[in-house]
């Protein structure tokens, strides 16, 4: 499976947002995306859990958007940019992440195109501060300014296990599992955020930022398709594989097969 030799006619476009810049531990996200292509080659295209092949579903990968170090403000203003345009081809924008502050960026676009969007956030951490060391734009505060703009109540998070006391007095109002958040969505249009780091570091200890006592594989894979089959899915984002961090390459391979599974819900629908 090569996302490179996909279609250049997809209804669902991949592009990678490669950006680090506000890393609070270990940097190297800015990596993920060309890493999450090349352990792409490994894997069959063929989804034996949804029995769906990806050479069936229509897609096409516009590489990795080219994006400044330093200040995050001009990268969010440039995947904002990104997306925007691809939505208006009438195509589904499908983010490589790239630290997780980079999500802003396409949800920023997506709320004047969306009236009544909910945000999905799959991840360890609450990532609610208002701040990091005073730092308002932040990969530790993006759920908090993404509720800044569309409401808290418009979040539902999943596999939080990591924050502050202050962020776990909000995380507990939005937690929830698939179900209920399916019952809670029905038709509104929905932007699936999904952090690698949710799962255990066990699993996956290519990331930025790990917390023990995370989701397994399978867990995680079960829990996006069944939400992403069931729900008005109008975006997507996989982020903070830090690749360099696993020297093995595990995790850039099940990065990779997370993304494969994604492709193929989205497609099927």
Request: aromatic content about 6%; overall charge negative; glycine content about 8%.
């Amino acid at each position: 499976m090569n996302y490179l030799a996909s279609s250049q006619s997809g209804k669902i476009v991949l592009f990678g947002a490669p950006f680090d810049g506000t890393a609070t531990f270990r940097p190297g996200a800015r990596f993920g995306p060309q890493a999450i292509r090349e352990a792409s080659q490994v894997l069959e295209t063929y989804s034996p859990n949804q029995d769906a092949d990806l050479e069936d579903i229509s897609f096409e990968d516009r590489s990795d958007i080219e994006l400044p170090f330093g200040d995050p403000q001009p990268v969010l203003d440039i995947i904002q940019a990104t997306v925007e345009r691809i939505v208006a081809e009438n195509k589904l924008p499908f983010m490589l992440g790239g630290e997780h502050l980079v999500t802003l960026g396409a949800i920023k676009a997506l709320v004047p195109l969306y009236p009544g969007l909910k945000i999905i956030h799959l991840d360890a951490h609450t990532d609610l501060r208002d701040d990091y060391l005073g730092q308002k734009l932040s990969h530790s505060t993006v759920i908090k300014r993404i509720a800044d703009i569309i409401g808290i109540d418009s979040i539902r998070q999943i596999g939080i296990r990591s924050g502050t006391k202050e962020e776990f007095a909000l995380s507990k109002k939005i937690m929830a599992t698939p179900a209920d958040i399916i019952a809670w969505a029905k038709k509104s249009p929905c932007y699936v955020t999904c952090d690698l780091d949710i799962l255990d570091p066990s699993v996956f200890p290519g990331t930025g930022t790990p917390e023990p006592g995370g989701f397994y594989f399978n867990q995680l894979n079960d829990a996006l398709v069944l939400m992403i089959s069931k729900l008005n899915v109008i975006g997507l984002d996989v982020v903070e594989l830090a690749p360099q961090i696993d020297p093995s390459g595990a995790s850039a391979v099940v990065a990779a097969k997370v993304v494969r599974e994604c492709l193929i819900a989205l497609g099927k629908k």
